[in-house]
């Protein structure tokens, strides 16, 4: 509670029409453990009765200096601190970290790593869009989309466990491939929930799509201009929604998305509601481009054959004097990069995620700065809250898609 | 005269930078097919606005900063500016000293900075003049100490639990 209000100020102090006409603010702290804000943020509203007038967003309540703890590790370890920046887009963030370190070192990624990069980040996509489904939908009173979500989640996650070992922290993917190849009956794992999901998305969309109750909270709310929008930074399906079609997946290709085809979804109402119909779509897209790539899944190596950067093979180790020699080499003193700096953009389920690496030639990274998007879409949410209600303030929350831990690092 | 990489010599930007402000652009080159210019800490600002007006780099992605200690200029702060209506990115970098680590704010030019900017000032401890609101944005307020200075501990701070007070 705030200070304009004082709790020893009774009504029959102050006469009743002292109050009348004047406009009496009230301060309230949303969060840092408010149910809707997925994590810990926190939210100063000023309120005036039910309308928000100012917001304060605060983060920093999950920072653990992620940044700092990769210039003390090698370049390989740094890859399971990626998973932890984005609790839902773990694989995501391996790939971008993995694709900046591969332009230093200047190494090609065999096509059968490449491809199954593209088959993952997209499941990932479909499993962050689906937490997020569930969530938003629950902020907003929906609650048995919640369940619907969860319970499909659990097969992506369950795909995940399959290749990585791991359902969040997958640190699947390597500098120069992925650590280790398919899983027998991986493939058709993946195979079988694209068959099953698009008739998901169905599902989700006949509960939602017209439902009253669900669009009386969502049509409407939250338009900012899309000019505010691009200045303030805020990257992904939010700008999507407001018609500008610009996804990095399609305008700064990476890891072999110029050979799938697939249509970037947008929508001009800017709205939480078209922010639900990009991701929708966006989901389906996603399946689109998955099965594309089982289709043309290439046979071959899965990791890149750079005996500087990448662990030699097992049997390689047994029989080669060199193999072992680097073995050795990259063990005790891991990888050398070459001196430079690279900003790598991929498409993350939230936006544009950026990687600005710089190496001074050693076994660790000089600097590494992650340009995450929750980051840049947060720092705009006093844009859609002020001036609506606090009900609004919870949908258009919900509609950012944000994480905290991808905001604090 | 500044120092052009050779493939940059009839670039429009360059062409453009050098006729409107001379002696603003210390270098530029091209790392990894990635366009990379040092511009003179004291032009910061009018270099941007120039950008986006002329240019239409209609956003900054981010800002950023690189510990060189010990040596000087230690401090590179780094802006990674993107145009969407080009579909081009380009790398801003200003060189700092450690005794006079400041440089002006381009949170009027993008609204967007603003909190990359407060991050800079926590973790390196690089004053933003003008900034409308430079507070700590990761670390609590009473912190010592910029934790991503390349002379601050990893490990082993005053605070460590089990050393006690």
Redesign the interface.
């Known amino acids: 509670m705030s200070q304009t209000i004082s709790p020893t100020a009774t009504l029959e102090e102050a006469p009743a029409s002292a109050d009348a006409g004047t406009t009496r603010r009230m301060t309230l702290s949303m969060g840092p453990q408010h149910p809707s804000t997925h994590g810990v943020l926190r939210i100063m509203l000023e309120l005036d009765g039910e309308t928000v007038t100012q917001a304060r967003p605060e983060?920093?309540f999950l920072?653990t200096?992620i940044?700092?703890?990769c210039?003390?590790k090698n370049w390989q370890q740094v890859i399971p601190l990626t998973d932890r920046v984005d609790y839902l887009a773990n694989l995501s963030n391996n790939l971008c970290y993995c694709l900046a370190v591969e332009?230093?070192l200047g190494i090609e990624v065999p096509p059968r790593a490449v491809w199954t990069r593209v088959l993952l980040t997209e499941l990932t996509r479909i499993n962050s869009h689906l937490v997020w489904l569930g969530t938003h939908a629950l902020d907003l009173g929906a609650m048995s989309m919640f369940f619907y979500c969860t319970k499909d989640r659990e097969e992506v996650l369950k795909i995940f466990e399959m290749f990585s070992g791991q359902r969040l922290m997958t640190s699947y993917f390597r500098i120069g491939g992925l650590a280790l190849d398919h899983p027998r009956g991986g493939l058709e794992a993946v195979k079988k929930f694209i068959e099953i999901f698009p008739s998901k998305i169905d599902d989700y969309e006949t509960l939602l799509d017209n439902n009253p109750i669900w669009k009386n909270r969502t049509v409407g709310v939250g338009i900012v201009p899309v000019?505010t929008l691009?200045?303030?930074?805020?990257t992904g399906p939010m700008i999507r929604a407001a018609g500008?079609p610009?996804d990095a997946r399609k305008?700064?290709p990476y890891s072999g998305y110029q050979n799938f085809e697939f249509d970037v979804p947008t929508r001009t109402e800017n709205d939480v509601y078209a922010r639900y119909r990009v991701r929708m779509e966006e989901m389906r897209q996603s399946v689109r481009i998955m099965s594309q790539a089982l289709e043309g899944m290439p046979d071959g190596a899965y990791i890149a054959d750079a005996p500087k950067a990448v662990l030699p093979q097992r049997e390689k180790m047994k029989t080669q004097m060199e193999a072992l020699i680097y073995h050795f080499k990259i063990v005790t003193e891991g990888i050398r990069v070459p001196a430079?700096?690279?900003?790598q953009?991929i498409e993350s389920p939230r936006g544009?995620l950026?990687y600005?690496i710089?190496s001074d030639g050693t076994s660790k990274p000089?600097?590494l700065?992650m340009?995450t998007p929750s980051?840049?879409n947060i720092?705009?949410l006093p844009l859609f809250c002020e001036g609506g209600l606090i009900a609004d303030t919870i949908a258009s929350m919900g509609s950012m898609d944000f994480v905290l831990g991808d905001t604090?690092r | 005269m500044s120092l052009i990489s050779e493939q940059l010599q009839e670039d429009a930007l360059v062409l453009g930078l050098t006729e409107k402000f001379p002696g603003a652009l210390e270098s530029a080159s091209m790392q990894l097919e990635q366009t990379v210019f040092y511009i003179d800490p004291a032009q910061i600002v009018p270099v941007s606005e120039y950008l986006r007006d002329e240019h239409r780099f209609n956003r900054v992605s981010s800002v950023t900063a690189v510990d060189w200690y010990p040596q000087e200029p230690r401090f590179e702060v780094v802006y990674l500016l993107h145009s969407i209506p080009n579909n081009s990115r380009l790398r801003l970098k200003c060189r700092l000293t450690g005794t006079d680590a400041k440089i002006l704010s381009v949170t009027g030019v993008w609204p967007g900075a603003n909190w990359y900017e407060r991050e800079v000032f926590d973790l390196f401890g690089i004053t933003f003049e003008g900034h409308p609101d430079l507070r700590r944005i990761m670390m609590p307020d009473d912190w010592q100490g910029h934790p991503l200075r390349k002379d601050f501990p990893v490990h082993g701070h005053k605070y460590d639990y089990g050393q006690g007070n």
């Open positions: 983060i920093g920072h200096g940044e700092k703890q210039e003390d332009k230093l000019d691009l200045a303030w930074g805020v500008i610009w305008d700064e430079g700096e690279v900003y953009v544009e950026g600005y710089v000089w600097r700065h340009r980051f840049g720092q705009a604090d």
